[in-house]
T-cell receptor, first 115, second 118 residues
Framework: DQQVKQNSPSLSVQEGRISILNCDYT??????FLWYKKYPAEGPTFLIS?????DKNEDGRFTVFLNKSAKHLSLHIVPSQPGDSAVYFC??????????????FGKGTKLSVKP | EAQVTQNPRYLITVTGKKLTVTCSQN?????MSWYRQDPGLGLRQIYY???????DKGDVPEGYKVSRKEKRNFPLILESPSPNQTSLYFC?????????????????FGQGTRLTVV
């Protein structure tokens, strides 16, 4: 039972264009969503997050949109740069029971930004 | 500098030989977690801890043990490793949720431990 789904294993984008990474979730008890970026041989690093009470959060070139009714969020990177090439994980925080603070991750989307 | 430190970074071992992967954080966080990353499966939580002496199973706890005797350390123990535990392991330490809006901040991850069980 996969509660956080990233249905695109990979995405290829031209430098300077927009990258849109998508994530769907099934559990309405999630109260916070995060995006992580991971380079090979490194641990994931936090990129941007959004509370379930918001529908948009922006940080520089990165914007996360949340559509609660559709249980869908997306990460937009504009403009995309070759250094953005990495695996991006969507994660959701549980807000119930004794497991508050724990994150459930999607399978990741590998983004390749071509010069 | 906020850090989560895992050791070792790489480990090759044989089936059945007990091993421990250490994890330490310098942020005085209450929460710590262990994840494993496998191709096509993303990051899956093994165990987590909400405070000293408080631990609980994540989504894939079979074959693993943890302990939390002090706040900064959260070792992952494989009593009898098997080849299906060959994976990339990450320790993470988020700040606890707080604030009226349940504001949550990101988890800090260690660099990873690549374990191979032959």
């Amino acid at each position: 039972d996969q509660q956080v789904k990233q249905n695109s294993p990979s995405l290829s984008v031209q430098e300077g264009r927009i990258s849109i990474l998508n994530c769907d979730y099934t559990n309405s008890m999630f109260d916070y969503f995060l995006w992580y970026k991971k380079y090979p041989a490194e641990g994931p690093t936090f990129l941007i997050s959004i509370s379930s009470i918001k529908d948009k959060n922006e940080d520089g070139r990165f914007t996360v949109f949340l559509n609660k009714s559709a249980k869908h969020l997306s990460l937009h990177i504009v403009p995309s740069q070759p250094g953005d090439s990495a695996v991006y994980f969507c994660a959701a925080k549980r807000n119930y029971g004794g497991s508050q603070g724990n994150l459930i991750f999607g399978k990741g989307t590998k983004l390749s930004v071509k010069p | 500098e906020a850090q989560v430190t895992q050791n070792p970074r790489y480990l090759i071992t044989v089936t059945g030989k007990k091993l421990t992967v250490t994890c330490s954080q310098n942020m005085n966080h209450e929460y710590m977690s262990w994840y494993r990353q496998d191709p096509g499966l993303g990051l899956r939580q093994i165990y987590y801890s909400m405070n000293v002496e408080v631990t609980d199973k994540g989504d894939v706890p079979e074959g693993y043990k943890v302990s939390r005797k002090e706040k900064r350390n959260f070792p992952l123990i494989l009593e009898s490793p098997s080849p299906n535990q060959t994976s990339l392991y990450f320790c993470a330490s988020p700040r606890a949720p707080g604030g009226q809006d349940g504001r949550y901040t990101e988890a800090f991850f260690g660099q990873g431990t690549r374990l191979t069980v032959v």
